[in-house]
């Protein structure tokens, strides 16, 4: 219990369902990640101790998501942690993807160069599988983006 103590010291925390909601979002956009890429339910508790990168959320109870846009399908324990720098999330725990019949750990996620619009997840054997970043877009982003991609 202590080193887990350890990581989370200095950490601001928040509390309750819409602060930590908006607090994992204001996280994910300074982060340079879609919105949609943590689709957590009934949050309770999220931390972050800025100093290290270190993140978690706590979920009432763990959560199943099925992504249309990569048509993938991913689990979120009640906790789910990582070390955040722009860009990539890393040594994150609590979050599984499903491939064909085996749930395998997603332990690295990365935004790759804007112009590519492409999201890497990594497992712990340091397999990738990238997507396209409008497949983890709220609504309201893919809207954005789509109006952005009109003008040009």
């Known amino acids: 219990m202590a080193l887990v103590e350890d990581k989370r ?7 309750g369902a819409q602060e930590c909601y908006q607090q994992s979002i204001d996280l994910l956009e300074e982060m340079g ?7 957590l339910k009934d949050l309770v508790e999220c931390g ?13 109870a763990p959560y199943e998501h099925y992504f249309v846009g990569s048509n993938t399908r991913a689990s979120y324990e009640t906790e789910v942690t990582a070390y955040v720098e722009k860009g990539r999330m890393k040594k994150m725990t609590g979050i ?33 599988r990238y997507f396209p970043v409008t497949a983890f877009m709220t609504e309201e982003e893919n809207q954005k983006y789509m109006k952005n991609g009109d003008e040009e």
Do not use: D, N
């Open 9 to 15: 010291a200095g950490a601001v925390i928040v509390h």
């Open 33 to 39: 990640f879609p919105k949609g890429v943590f689709p």
């Open 48 to 60: 972050r101790v800025k100093e290290t990168g270190f993140v978690w959320m706590k979920q009432k």
């Open 96 to 128: 599984k993807s499903k491939l064909v019949f085996l749930w395998v750990p997603i332990t690295e996620m990365i935004m790759e160069e804007p112009s590519t619009m492409k999201i890497t997840f990594k497992t712990p054997m340091g397999i990738g």
